[in-house]
């Protein structure tokens, strides 16, 4: 049975990766769903870059060869595992993510903020960007973003200032989809076409009416995808 590891956005836990879920499984993947530290009850622990995040996912995942799908963060591990680890990755989609989430400023800064006043002055001004205005299920993600450890969230803003694979991509072997959300203001169709551009085995998808959590926003659409490229 093929595995496909999950892994989502800062500030999320990988219930937001209920709407891929049943779909994989039912067909006939074998679903592995990660947490980021300090995210949906894992415990906090040291995050340097990057590189400490995709080595946790080796950890916690038995088979010798996967697939992997990430979203925003979880995109940028996808991209480390796939140079770092090429003989476990078997193919590769890149959901609303970035080779470089610049400028690293923005990221200290938001660590400085949460590690002194928590998550809740940013929460707002996220699950903006997450979703767009007419979104009907915005409660349960607000939940979910403010039951993340603010010291793990921190980290791992600490682990975006230094992460920038811009000069890295040609390197990427995986087969590669890469799906942007078409008014994703965090990481724009121009981000993906700058990774499919890059990567030699790569295709862009743009999925309409979607921001950032574009897997939640357009599930059947994203879901469709997903199977064709993993299955």
Same mark, same amino acid.
């Given at each position: 049975?093929?595995t496909v590891v999950?892994?989502?956005?800062?500030?999320s836990s990988?219930?937001m990766?209920?709407p891929?879920t049943?779909a994989?499984i039912g067909?006939?993947?074998?679903?592995v769903?990660?947490?980021h530290?300090?995210?949906?009850?894992?415990?906090?622990e040291p995050v340097?870059?990057?590189?400490?995040?995709a080595?946790?996912?080796?950890a916690?995942?038995?088979a010798?060869r996967?697939?992997?799908?990430?979203?925003?963060?979880?995109?940028?591990?996808?991209?480390?595992?796939?140079?770092d680890?090429?003989?476990r990755?078997d193919?590769l989609?890149l959901l609303?993510t970035?080779p470089s989430?610049?400028?690293?400023?923005?990221w200290?800064?938001?660590?400085?903020?949460?590690?002194?006043?928590?998550? #809740?002055?940013?929460v707002?001004a996220v699950?903006a960007?997450?979703?767009?205005?007419?979104?009907?299920?915005?409660?349960r993600?607000?939940?979910?973003f403010?039951a993340t450890?603010?010291e793990?969230?921190?980290?791992c803003?600490?682990a975006l200032?230094?992460w920038?694979? @811009?000069?890295?991509? %040609? @390197?990427i #072997?995986?087969?590669?989809?890469?799906?942007?959300g078409? #008014?994703?203001?965090?990481?724009?169709?121009?981000?993906? %076409?700058?990774?499919?551009?890059?990567v030699?085995?790569?295709?862009? #998808?743009v999925?309409p009416?979607?921001?950032?959590?574009a897997?939640v926003e357009r599930a059947? %659409?994203?879901? @469709?995808?997903?199977?064709?490229h993993?299955?």
């Amino acid at each position: 049975m093929t595995t496909v590891v999950l892994c989502g956005s800062l500030g999320s836990s990988t219930s937001m990766w209920d709407p891929q879920t049943p779909a994989l499984i039912g067909a006939g993947l074998d679903v592995v769903r990660v947490e980021h530290p300090g995210h949906g009850g894992a415990p906090v622990e040291p995050v340097a870059d990057v590189a400490d995040l995709a080595g946790r996912v080796l950890a916690h995942v038995d088979a010798a060869r996967f697939s992997f799908v990430g979203l925003s963060l979880g995109g940028a591990v996808g991209m480390r595992l796939a140079l770092d680890a090429p003989e476990r990755i078997d193919r590769l989609a890149l959901l609303c993510t970035s080779p470089s989430f610049a400028p690293a400023e923005q990221w200290r800064e938001r660590a400085a903020l949460v590690r002194a006043d928590g998550l #809740e002055p940013i929460v707002d001004a996220v699950l903006a960007r997450w979703f767009a205005p007419a979104f009907s299920d915005v409660r349960r993600f607000r939940e979910m973003f403010l039951a993340t450890d603010p010291e793990g969230y921190a980290r791992c803003c600490d682990a975006l200032v230094a992460w920038d694979a @811009r000069d890295q991509l %040609e @390197r990427i #072997e995986a087969p590669t989809l890469c799906v942007a959300g078409a #008014e994703d203001p965090s990481t724009p169709p121009a981000e993906l %076409e700058s990774i499919a551009s890059r990567v030699p085995d790569a295709r862009l #998808e743009v999925v309409p009416g979607a921001r950032h959590l574009a897997n939640v926003e357009r599930a059947d %659409e994203v879901n @469709r995808l997903l199977l064709e490229h993993l299955s």
